[in-house]
Structures are given as structure tokens and as C-alpha cells.
């Protein structure tokens, strides 16, 4: 009896390792299938991802319904008058991301219709968001919020100035200029909220209009002061960690000095310096994208989602990254974040709009000043898509990024403080 099921057991087992085997290869297969993604399908990806976040915003505005479909939801303890404020943040903070991209000349592919599509209707949107008469009228004359988000309209005629602002009939340019002078009724916190009020008035001197020189000359003082060392500001008197030198501090700054620098009211090393800073400071960044994508939400305002790679993001649409930091590989690291934070719904309501948390629907993360309107700075992330796709950053092979060479066991630099 032993001997003549030998062989029958003997088939069995062969037959069940042949299956092993075949299950192996094809996973491994599928893992080789899944890693094989160029930078131009990467890049297809986010753009639209970024469609997929700003339409509802843009092509609202547009069609003159975004205070009427624009959902209202708040943060614990919010304490800010809601529909005087929540509109136009979500109108700059979207349009300041966009910028790069809309930059872009026009072309044929998917990608360039899209991106036709959302400048032609954010340029008929500005129209609607400085007319008295509109039902779209944006605030800018009440409260202390409207100087945060101008600023983010102003960054965005300064990043795209042929394809946002000078396309602009000369009524609406006069608009813009009138709603920027009216913020110098109020003054912000004592933060990075002076870069704001910066930032808009380099915006009207970059084209030639009356511009409060004081304003600018005090954020550019406090934020050298404020200055930690080793590419880290301070946001005010007292550092915190968080995200804040990419939302706002490294990017306004830079972009600001460089304005003063054109019009020859800064020393270039001025700017140099400062530029080195948001280049450090992008290294620590581009090092806290854990291997699988995730990164850590820490500190104020988690809520900005993708926002915390702005200075990352800006630094390789400048091209300015280390010499160490290969484009491809913090393409593929920004990359794993969005799919990470994009690829399901969970950030998104039944219409598209986004809601209140993380990574999901979290409400109680988001801060008291913190409405659905402030969440589209969540496309300053998205910078990168205004360099063109025949550049270097998406047609070079996939690489890995710091962390996941570092988990990996693969050759990686060693990471040291900066003096300057």
C-alpha cells in the first residue's frame, strides 16, 4: 500500500510546487509591471489630480455659482466669519498652485486641453471675483483673512503673469489693483502673515503701480531676523514645528526677493541667500517622504494636504535642486505622496469638493480657522507641472527617493546641518 502511493504523492507535491512557483512569478511579474511607470504617465497622473482638485473651484467661479455650491464646512471652534472669508481663499490658495502650469503654451495632448480649459475659465472667473455687481464678488475690504489669500492671488499673477494677469481686460486689472490697496486698512498677525502683506504690494510694484514700500521692507526684516538656521525660519519670536516654512515662508520670500531684485531694490545676494535656504530646506522635505509615500502630520494647519511640498516643489520647477537629489526622484517621491493622498475619494465629497482633514474626512484635526475654502492650498504641491514635459524631471527613469534608498539598503548621502 505505501509503495503504490508513492508516486501519486510525489505528484501532488510537484503539482502543488509548480503552482508556488507559477504564483511567484507571476507576482513578482506584476510587482515588475507596476514599478515600470514613466515620468510621463507620473506626470499625466498629476495633472490630473490637480484638474480633479480645482475644477470645482474654477469652473464655479466662472459660471457665477461658487458662494452658491461652495460647501460651508468648519473647523472645531471656528471662529471667523465664514462667507466673508472662506471664497476667497479658496479662489487664491487654487489659483496659486495652478499658476506654473497654466504658464504653459498650449498643445493638443489630453493634458493640454484640460489645462486651456481651466485657464480659459479662471480668466473669465477673475473677472467675476472683482466685480461689484457680480454675484461672485470676492471680499477683500472686510476682515484680516482677505490679506492672507490676496497674497496668494498676487503669487499667482507674479508665478503666471502672460497667462493670468495680462490676459485680463483693463477694468478688471484696475479692480485687482483697487481690492490689494484696500487691505492697507488692516494689519495681520505677527508671523509669517507679514510675507503676505509683502508679497502683494511687491506684486504692485513688479507692474508699475503705487506700492507701500514700508510693508515690504518690514517682512523682509522680521524674516531674516526670524531666521533658526540650517533652512528653518522661525514663524514669529517663538519656532514651531510644522509646515509653515513651506506654506508660506520659503516660496513668498524668494519670490518676493526676487521682484525687489528685478526692480533693483534688493542686493542679488540677498536673494541668493535666501534661495540656498528654501534649497536646504527642501532636502529635509524631500527626506520625510517615507518609502511608501506617507508622511509625517505633524504641527498647525495638516489640513493643507500637499502643500507641505511647496518649497520641495518649487525648488525642482526652478531647477535648483542639490546636485544630490536627482529630479527623478523626488518626481517619484511627490508622486507616491499623491497617490497615497489622491488615488481614492476619501478626500472628497460626493461633488468633488474637499473636506475638512488629512488624509479622509477628519474634522477634528482641522483648525479653528480652517473652512473648506482654505483646503485648495493643497495644490501649491503641484508646482512641478509647469515644466514641460520633455523636461528632464518627467523623462528620466524612475529613481528611488532618500527614505526609501535609506530603508532599502542602498548607497545614500549623509545628511549635515548648513551654516549660511
Excluded at 134 to 146: M, V
Excluded at 178 to 188: A, D, M, P, Q
Excluded at 395 to 402: F, I, N, Q, R, Y
Amino acid at each position: 500500500m505505501k509503495k503504490s502511493f508513492a508516486l501519486p504523492a510525489l505528484l501532488v507535491i510537484a503539482v502543488i510546487y509548480t503552482q508556488k512557483v507559477t504564483a511567484q512569478k507571476a507576482k513578482k511579474k506584476e510587482q515588475t509591471q507596476i514599478a515600470i511607470v514613466t515620468g510621463q504617465q507620473d506626470r499625466l497622473f498629476w495633472a490630473n489630480t490637480l484638474y480633479k482638485i480645482a475644477y470645482p473651484v474654477v469652473h464655479n467661479l466662472a459660471e457665477g455659482t461658487l458662494k452658491q455650491n461652495l460647501p460651508l464646512e468648519l473647523g472645531p471652534q471656528y471662529y471667523l466669519p465664514v462667507k466673508k472669508v472662506t471664497y476667497l481663499e479658496a479662489v487664491g490658495r487654487t489659483m496659486a498652485g495652478l499658476a506654473p502650469w497654466l504658464a504653459l503654451p498650449d498643445d493638443v495632448t489630453e493634458e493640454g486641453k484640460m489645462r486651456k480649459q481651466m485657464r480659459d475659465e479662471l480668466l473669465k472667473g477673475l473677472a467675476n471675483a472683482v466685480d461689484p455687481n457680480h454675484p461672485d464678488y470676492l471680499n477683500f475690504r472686510t476682515e484680516g483673512q482677505p490679506i492672507v489669500d490676496a497674497a496668494y492671488v498676487a503669487h499667482a499673477f507674479i508665478r503666471a503673469p502672460k497667462a493670468l494677469w495680462e490676459p485680463l481686460d483693463a477694468t478688471t486689472k484696475k479692480r485687482f489693483v483697487e481690492e490689494f490697496k484696500s487691505l492697507r486698512t488692516r494689519k495681520g498677525a505677527y508671523n509669517n502673515w507679514l510675507l503676505f502683506a509683502g508679497l502683494t504690494e511687491g506684486f504692485l510694484l513688479k507692474i508699475g503701480e503705487q506700492h507701500d514700500p514700508a510693508r515690504i521692507d518690514f517682512s523682509i526684516r522680521k524674516m531674516k531676523e526670524w531666521y533658526a538656521g540650517d533652512g528653518w525660519y522661525s514663524d514669529g519670536e517663538k519656532f514651531s514645528m510644522d509646515y509653515y516654512n513651506s506654506f508660506v515662508i520659503h516660496s513668498m520670500l524668494v519670490d518676493l526677493l526676487g521682484t525687489l531684485v528685478e526692480k533693483k531694490m534688493a542686493q542679488q545676494q540677498d536673494y541668493d541667500l535666501a534661495l540656498q535656504r528654501m534649497i536646504r530646506y527642501s532636502e529635509f522635505l524631500e527626506r520625510v517622504i517615507a518609502p511608501d509615500g506617507t508622511y509625517p502630520a505633524f504641527g498647525r494647519s495638516i489640513t493643507y494636504r500637499t502643500a507641505a511640498f511647496q518649497a520641495l516643489a518649487q525648488t525642482a520647477l526652478m531647477e535648483k535642486l542639490p546636485a544630490h537629489i536627482l529630479p527623478a526622484q523626488v518626481r517619484c517621491g511627490l508622486t507616491a505622496v499623491m497617490h497615497k493622498m489622491f488615488d481614492g475619494n476619501q478626500n472628497f465629497d460626493s461633488n468633488g469638493w474637499l473636506v475638512l482633514g488629512f488624509n479622509g474626512h477628519q474634522p477634528m484635526v482641522a483648525d479653528q480657522y480652517t473652512s473648506t475654502g482654505s483646503l485648495y492650498i493643497a495644490t501649491l504641491g503641484f508646482l512641478t507641472l509647469g515644466l514641460p514635459a520633455d523636461n528632464k524631471f518627467w523623462t528620466d527613469p524612475a529613481a528611488s527617493w532618500t527614505s526609501k534608498k535609506a530603508w532599502s539598503g542602498e548607497t545614500l548621502k549623509k545628511d549635515y546641518k548648513v551654516e549660511y
